[in-house]
Nanobody, 122 residues
Framework: QVQLVESGGGLVQAGGSLRLSCAAS????????MGWFRQAPGKEREFVAA????????YYADSVKGRFTISRDSAKNTVYLQMNSLRPEDAAVYYCAAGRLISRYPNEYDYWGQGTQVTVSS
């Protein structure tokens, strides 16, 4: 079992920045890839970014490429999502997920956090 806890969400003006954190505990963290997904009201959960825990392979959704950066701190068992140049359309609940393979698809992740709300005012 892996437990994931997100933090760092909040209200920010368009053009601003936020950094989300996802702290993991439980099974050996180095076995997993980590992903960030988001879900806005009335919309499906969508892929944002992912990182392979061993190594530095990263994936990004086209909509966030160049604005968001995913990173990890192995010593702290934490993955981050640095979000810059935020737009109103980035507003959503952001979820952290852990899986065995790096993927853009939510059904390939085994564990999920509870989510953190990001609100972007225009």
């Amino acid at each position: 079992q892996v437990q994931l806890v997100e933090s760092g969400g909040g209200l920010v003006q368009a053009g601003g920045s936020l950094r989300l954190s996802c702290a993991a505990s439980g099974r050996t963290f180095s076995m997993y890839a980590m992903g960030w997904f988001r879900q806005a009201p009335g919309k499906e959960r969508e892929f944002v970014a992912a990182i392979r825990w061993s190594g530095w392979t990263t994936y990004y959704a086209d909509s966030v490429k160049g604005r968001f950066t995913i990173s990890r701190d192995s010593a702290k068992n934490t993955v981050y999502l640095q979000m810059n140049s935020l737009r109103p359309e980035d507003a959503a609940v952001y979820y952290c997920a852990a899986g065995r393979l790096i993927s853009r698809y939510p059904n390939e992740y085994d564990y999920w956090g509870q989510g953190t709300q990001v609100t972007v005012s225009s």
